[in-house]
């Protein structure tokens, strides 16, 4: 009897934690990428660095940072209300954004710098890449290949690619 309560106590404590992982969010600072026009004007006077993506059961965040050339300082940037995320051939469309309004030309901090949030709607918890994409329009920026995880790569696998052994 001792032994099935036991058990169940260790089946129902397991269960909790369980569904306790089940509600945090993924979070990935500084995530890589494939390649894309992190430079966004296409002219190497913006650069935007993705800092942080959060994937939430009801949202997905993502941090960037704008940075200008600073003998650019006046040079002006925008997002359109078209960004969005694309995982698998689906879009996930901007909800809203933190520190800019859509479709308003900004400038950066006097440092150069401007952070931003952005709110879209969820991918999938399970997602480990997905693009960040302007929008549709001809100058629209691109980063693609965003990676939520790294591959396991077996021992000499990094100095064969950078040594060019094989």
Request: glycine letters at 8%; aromatic letters at 16%; one cysteine or more.
């Amino acid at each position: 009897m001792k032994i099935k309560k036991f058990f169940y106590t260790l089946f129902v404590t397991l269960l909790c934690f369980t569904a306790s992982w089940a509600h945090k969010p993924a979070v990935w600072d500084n995530p890589t990428t494939e390649f894309g026009t992190n430079y966004g004007d296409g002219f190497f006077n913006t650069v935007i660095d993705v800092t942080r993506v959060e994937l939430k059961k009801d949202e997905t965040t993502m941090a960037v940072r704008v940075q200008l050339r600073s003998d650019y300082p006046d040079f002006r940037f925008q997002f359109t209300k078209d960004t969005y995320l694309l995982a698998d051939g689906v879009r996930y469309p901007v909800v809203s954004a933190d520190g800019i309004e859509f479709d308003k030309y900004h400038l950066t901090e006097a440092d150069g710098k401007l952070d931003i949030v952005f709110h879209f709607k969820p991918l999938p918890l399970g997602t480990k890449v997905f693009d960040f994409i302007e929008g549709d329009g001809e100058r629209a920026f691109q980063i693609k290949g965003h990676l939520l995880s790294f591959p396991t790569l077996k021992s000499g696998v990094i100095e064969d690619v950078f040594l060019g052994v094989n």
